[in-house]
């Protein structure tokens, strides 16, 4: 139980820290630490890679999703090869990539199992506890239903 506490907040940390440094469509470590910014939003944090039909299939309605209920929900992807720098700056205009892709895997930092399979999404709730993970291409109306907005 001791260690489920521990990683939430790790968790919290990391995504209030990401909430503060996303102003652009990729986004490193950041700085900071607001609790306030991540509170009433839902995280998710979606593994893809180029090389994954599924995930690039997924993309638009992880646009959709992360527009349509901006305010609500923060959508970061994370590159499951590591590409960095201006190489996943190209792949995220390439791909119409909308929402904020991390440089960093946050996977280690979350005490979380990397992902075996693609896509794959992290689902963490308003109170930053990991609500679901998601294996396989999702659609708008799945993250709806999983997060309960509308």
């Given at each position: ?13 990391f ?59 923060r ?5 499951f ?19 904020t ?8 930092s979350l ?36 997060t309960?907005?509308?």
């Open positions: 139980m001791k260690i489920i506490k521990t990683a939430r907040r790790s968790l919290l940390a995504v209030c820290i990401l909430l503060l440094a996303c102003d652009s469509q990729t986004a490193g470590k950041g700085a900071g630490l607001n609790l306030p910014e991540l509170k009433g939003q839902w995280v998710l944090i979606n593994y893809w890679a180029e090389w994954c039909k599924p995930c690039l299939q997924e993309i638009p309605e992880l646009n959709a999703f992360a527009r349509d209920q901006a305010g609500k929900v959508v970061f992807g994370v590159n090869d590591g590409v960095e720098g201006e190489a996943l700056k190209a792949l995220v205009q390439k791909f119409d990539i909308q929402f892709v991390l440089e960093t895997d946050p996977a280690s005490e979380l199992s990397r992902p075996e399979v693609l896509p794959a999404t992290f689902v963490i709730d308003p109170e930053g506890r990991i609500a679901q993970r998601l294996i396989g291409p999702q659609t708008r109306e799945d993250l709806e239903r999983v309960a907005l509308k």
